[in-house]
């Protein structure tokens, strides 16, 4: 057990990640070193989403993990003082007036104590916990003191997004039906629908899109939410997103498309609903490497029938 770590979580075992310990310890092992590195954000990043198309991607309980650390780190990094991303909306958490829209004119300390029988804070950082567990009651009562909902963590990080992350469809509702941006970006330009996507939490994905999210944005590394959903093997999301204009065959930096990021990973079902639907089975990454090629490097026998069909 890394003590150093440890003490970072307040010696909380519960929270430690055994699993990644005991099955990746190198990956651990280089996230301790990077712990007080700018570099940090960007391999954590690189670990949550990655652009290499031979990775199959982390088991949940491992992905997990690393989320959570992720967490850890932001709540624990001192804001940038030309960088503050509390600043804006920390007024909203001091003045909780009525919304003049409604017949709503409790007082502000019938909101605190609403919030504090449901144990959440009243501070941007409850708003962004309950919002991240799902707590639904605890960010209606935020909205109706008006507070922002446009607040950000030190990742880039919306209340959406954190919702989206997390699969909590009824605050994803409850927040896009209160206007929030649902085509924000954070640090690493994903969307909430790119979240939506790599967790494959179909229900918040079509919230979105039901209020316009953009379908086709690329983050930093040239991913679509269709590719976070093919690469993370959501056969769901997939469709969805195919029923809902996707465009198939964006390339991301590195070249791969969705098919490219399926078929190296075999995922079978994603493979023949992306062919059905017309993917371009010709194009090639930057390595010179088709789909079926990658599946014949990967020795992806299943998903090969569906190319020699």
């Not at 003191?145 to 469809?169: C, K, V, Y």
């Not at 690493?188 to 939490?201: D, K, P």
Request: charged content about 20%; glycine content about 8%.
């Amino acid at each position: 057990m890394n003590q150093r770590l440890l003490r970072i979580l307040g010696g909380r075992t519960e929270h430690y990640p055994y699993a990644l310990e005991s099955k990746y310890p190198r990956i651990l092992e280089a996230i301790m070193s990077l712990w007080d590195d700018e570099g940090i954000d960007g391999y954590f990043m690189e670990l949550m989403v990655s652009d290499r198309g031979d990775r199959a991607g982390f088991p949940p309980e491992i992905a997990a993990e690393i989320m959570h650390l992720s967490l850890v780190h932001a709540a624990q990094e001192a804001p940038d003082k030309h960088r503050d991303i509390w600043a804006a909306a920390s007024g909203s958490f001091v003045n909780f007036n009525a919304n003049p829209s409604t017949d709503w004119t409790a007082p502000e300390q019938r909101i605190k104590a609403e919030l504090s029988k449901l144990n959440v804070i009243c501070t941007p950082e409850g708003f962004f916990s309950a919002a991240e567990t799902g707590i639904r009651a605890a960010v209606a009562l935020f909205i109706e003191a008006n507070s922002n909902i446009e607040i950000r963590d030190n990742r880039g990080w919306t209340l959406l997004m954190t919702a989206a992350f997390n699969g909590h469809a009824e605050i994803v509702g409850l927040l896009t039906g209160h206007d929030a941006d649902v085509n924000a970006l954070d640090l690493g330009g994903n969307s909430a629908l790119h979240w939506a996507a790599f967790g494959g939490h179909t229900a918040c994905a079509r919230l979105l899109l039901e209020h316009h999210a953009k379908i086709n944005v690329q983050n930093n590394f040239g991913w679509t939410a269709l590719m976070q959903a093919a690469a993370r093997n959501h056969p769901e999301v997939v469709e969805l997103l195919i029923e809902c204009g996707a465009n198939l065959d964006n390339p991301a930096n590195d070249g791969y498309t969705a098919l490219h990021k399926a078929a190296a990973s075999g995922y079978f079902e994603i493979v023949r609903l992306l062919l059905n639907r017309g993917a371009d089975r010709s194009l090639k990454t930057r390595e010179g490497d088709t789909a079926e090629k990658l599946a014949i490097k990967n020795k992806q026998e299943e998903v090969l029938t569906l190319f020699r069909a």
